[in-house]
């Protein structure tokens, strides 16, 4: 019997698995993840360290020259603003690697994302796999590292409990939490990539 070839993902499905890939993501690094009812500029509330924020998760899937991602960091009609959502989490799905952008510092509409060009100049590059800047306190901003290169399964590796502990919770429920979002990650990178 021959197996058909699955059918290529429509924009809509794209925009999907990238959301859940971002929930997965944050869940396994113990952050809260809640969707909106109702429509709205956002596709998240994630709640770390106390701190709520609004997420869009955007994705990038085709490589063009000189190994860059083109992403649409804007609506259908202009641009986000500071007042209608946090940040931007950006997923370039070939090569499993996050940038979590503050929406204040997005400029324009596109940007190229650069995952696999060492010491890249990219305008957002320094958002790479920055993901404590959604537990940082509200009014500060930290300066995001840059990961040199690091995907986000190897920064899962170098840092596999970040921000799973917490006050008031057990060493147990850590375990089980930890355990939890491990599973859900593992159960959907098997399913965007098999």
């Given at each position: 019997m021959k197996l058909s070839t699955p059918p290529r993902p429509t924009r809509k499905q794209?925009?999907?698995?990238?959301?859940?890939?971002?929930?997965?993501?944050?869940?396994?690094?113990?952050?809260?993840?809640?969707?909106?009812?109702?429509?709205?500029?956002?596709?998240?509330?994630?709640?770390?360290?106390?701190r709520l924020s609004r997420i869009?998760?955007?994705?990038?899937?085709?490589?063009?020259?000189?190994?860059?991602?083109?992403?649409?960091?804007?609506?259908?009609?202009?641009?986000?603003?500071?007042?209608?959502?946090?940040?931007?989490?950006?997923?370039?799905?070939p090569e499993d690697t996050w940038y979590v952008v503050p929406v204040s510092a997005v400029r324009g509409r596109m940007t190229n994302f650069y995952p696999n060009v060492p010491r890249s100049r990219g305008a957002l590059e320094r958002f790479r796999e920055a993901?404590?800047?959604?537990?940082?306190?509200?009014?500060t901003s930290p300066r995001a590292p840059h990961n040199k290169g690091l995907s986000s399964r190897a920064t899962a590796r170098r840092f596999p409990r970040a921000g799973v502990e917490g006050p008031g919770v057990s060493t147990s429920e850590q375990f089980a939490r930890a355990k939890r979002a491990r599973a859900a990650w593992s159960a959907l990178g098997e399913f965007l990539f098999r």
């Open positions: 794209k925009g999907e698995i990238a959301e859940m890939a971002f929930a997965a993501k944050a869940m396994s690094l113990g952050m809260t993840v809640s969707r909106p009812y109702s429509e709205t500029c956002y596709d998240f509330v994630l709640e770390s360290a106390g869009q998760v955007k994705s990038g899937w085709s490589e063009i020259h000189h190994g860059g991602y083109p992403v649409k960091m804007s609506n259908y009609l202009r641009a986000y603003r500071p007042d209608e959502i946090d940040f931007i989490a950006v997923y370039i799905v993901w404590e800047l959604l537990s940082a306190p509200t009014g």
